[in-house]
């Protein structure tokens, strides 16, 4: 299981220098990404409260693509 905050590593864009190992690990953080978006557009307000998240914040983060931190 998956902790969801606001400052999960999976948001968050960083910035390095592009190796084989990290365009290896590219698919995979776009798979995180976009399971942790599917699970913030599942949740009820009451749910995103618990983990301090608004529904406005989590509806914009759940609808931007897999690609865009």
Sequence with gaps: MVAITKEAG???ATRRHHDAS???DLPRTW???HD???KLADMDAH???DIGWTVYDAK???AKPFWKA
Excluded: G, Y
């Design 22 to 24: 990290s365009l290896l």
């Design 31 to 33: 798979v995180k990404r």
């Design 10 to 12: 999976a948001f968050v």
């Design 60 to 62: 914009r983060e759940a």
């Design 47 to 49: 749910m995103l409260r």
């Design 36 to 38: 942790l978006r599917q």
